[in-house]
């Protein structure tokens, strides 16, 4: 019986085999990336979670007081944010009974609202107060009240609506 060695294969041969059969190895993994893999140039950024930050918001900011055009101007929100179909998301703030008006209305304009809706006596004070320090570029105000707020939209509470909001709401201003 005889035994075969690769005594019989030079090493220079060796080598070119080797060589061989590894660029054979990395032609078969580059074909199988090829057929089975992804497009580098069609890789797509992920869905965002949200659109919250990105879309023009509406807030209510309503007093502790019951106002009775709350429940109707909420109602007219929802509806012309229209379920957030229509790029807008609306938010509802009650204002604490100890906050400093203008101060709470500063940080809904921080909360990045684009539009601030407010009903009820304290809201419209609130408003009113943040309007008299100086105007917030970039900012709707709507107040829903009898009495009009310099600087604001007045709105009357019989004239509240989803397509009256709508239209105030509009599209952000700001970058």
Not at 20 to 47: C, E, H, I, K
Not at 93 to 100: E, M
Not at 152 to 157: E, K, M, N, V
Request: aromatic content about 4%.
């Amino acid at each position: 019986m005889t035994v075969t060695t690769a005594s019989h294969l030079s090493r220079p041969r060796l080598w070119t085999l080797l060589g061989a059969a590894a660029v054979a190895v990395a032609g078969a993994v580059g074909a199988l990336v090829w057929l089975f893999g992804s497009d580098a140039a069609v890789v797509r950024p992920p869905q965002p979670v949200s659109h919250v930050d990105t879309a023009t918001r509406a807030c209510l900011l309503t007093s502790t007081d019951m106002d009775p055009g709350v429940v109707s101007t909420w109602a007219a929100m929802r509806e012309a944010a229209g379920g957030g179909a229509s790029g807008v998301v609306v938010q509802r703030y009650h204002l604490p009974g100890k906050a400093v008006g203008a101060a709470y209305v500063n940080t809904l304009v921080q909360l990045r609202c684009s539009t601030i809706v407010s009903t009820g006596g304290a809201a419209r004070s609130a408003v009113a107060a943040a309007l008299a320090a100086g105007q917030q570029k970039g900012v709707r105000f709507v107040v829903v009240s009898d009495r009009p707020v310099p600087g604001a939209t007045r709105l009357g509470a019989r004239s509240v609506s989803a397509r009256a909001l709508a239209g105030l709401i509009g599209r952000r201003e700001r970058p």
